[in-house]
């Protein structure tokens, strides 16, 4: 399994961006992908999670109605996107996709995901 993050970027604080990840390899529609971030000198953070089967979806309360998690299967390769909107400066974090073989269950928990991107840098400045 090998993920692939971008989209990051720097943005004024209200702004959107949209972060994609590409995950190809065994990639089932039984696992649950998710995104989680990381601010300097804090622990990896839970963001979102998307079931790639039924898509179903759970949010972190501090991104919840600004956070948008989707997904596209395209047959082995599978593509999860984070639309996120009005933006706020403590949203600034390296953001990372990783993946779920196991759980059955919208984890939220970074021990839980088995594989791992390799970050996109978002900035929101003030």
């Known amino acids: 399994v090998q993920l692939q993050a971008s989209g990051g970027g720097l943005v004024q604080a209200g702004g959107s961006l949209r972060l994609s990840c590409a995950a190809s390899?065994?990639?089932?529609?039984?696992?649950?992908m998710g995104w989680f971030r990381q601010a300097p000198g804090s622990e990896r953070q839970f963001v979102a999670a998307i079931w790639l089967a039924g898509g179903s979806t759970k949010y972190a309360d501090s991104v919840k109605d600004r956070f948008a998690i989707s997904r596209i299967n395209a047959g082995a390769k599978k593509t999860v996107y984070l639309q996120m909107n009005s933006l706020k400066p403590e949203d600034t974090a390296l953001y990372y996709c990783?993946?779920?073989?196991?759980?059955?269950?919208?984890?939220?928990?970074?021990?839980?995901?088995?594989?791992w991107g390799q970050g996109t840098l978002v900035t929101v400045s003030s």
């Open positions: 390899g065994r990639i089932f529609s039984s696992y649950v």
């Open positions: 990783a993946v779920d073989r196991y759980s059955r269950d919208l984890s939220e928990l970074p021990e839980n995901y088995d594989y």
